[in-house]
């Protein structure tokens, strides 16, 4: 049964993918040039054949400008209930309408509302790491400082 439900939550990823990347008017293979991912291992995530890396995952968002974290939660690696703010945060930052004094207008709003901290992308990056290799201590995850 949680073989079966692994294998909609990659379908559905793929199926988002290829949205994302037809709204960017993107190719596979331009996906591929900005991502360093491989069109066929690219193709094989797009048909639910795959489940990527949250490594792979923070390329293809990055490629595509959208939030990693909300590819991370339509993979099943995040809990979407505990990430929420995360998706409201990175939607503010990546909206190129706003200048960098209104972005911070905005999220420090949102965080007096909210009540939260603000998260950081090194925080992001140690659970989605650390729900990828469950066992593993966090040194052994956390990723080095030149890498973050």
């Known amino acids: 049964m949680a073989k079966l439900s692994m ?13 994302q990347r037809g709204q960017a008017q993107m190719s596979l293979r331009q996906l591929s040039e900005l991502t360093d991912v491989s069109n066929p291992y690219l193709s094989q995530i797009e048909r639910g054949l795959r489940r990527p890396s949250a490594e792979v ?5 990055k490629a595509l400008r959208i939030s990693a974290e909300s590819l991370y939660v339509r993979a099943g690696i995040l809990d979407a209930d505990e990430h929420g703010a995360r998706m409201v945060e990175d939607a503010i930052a990546l909206d190129p309408r706003l200048t960098e ?10 965080r007096s509302f909210v009540g939260i901290d603000e998260a950081t992308d090194s925080e992001l990056v140690t659970t989605v790491t650390a729900a990828n290799h469950p066992g593993a201590s ?7 400082e030149e890498n973050a």
């Open 138 to 144: 966090p040194q052994e995850t956390a990723p080095s």
């Open 7 to 19: 294998h909609r939550t990659v379908e559905g990823l793929g199926e988002y993918l290829r949205e």
């Open 101 to 110: 004094r209104q972005k911070s207008a905005l999220l420090d709003i949102y």
């Open 57 to 61: 995952l923070q390329q293809i968002a």
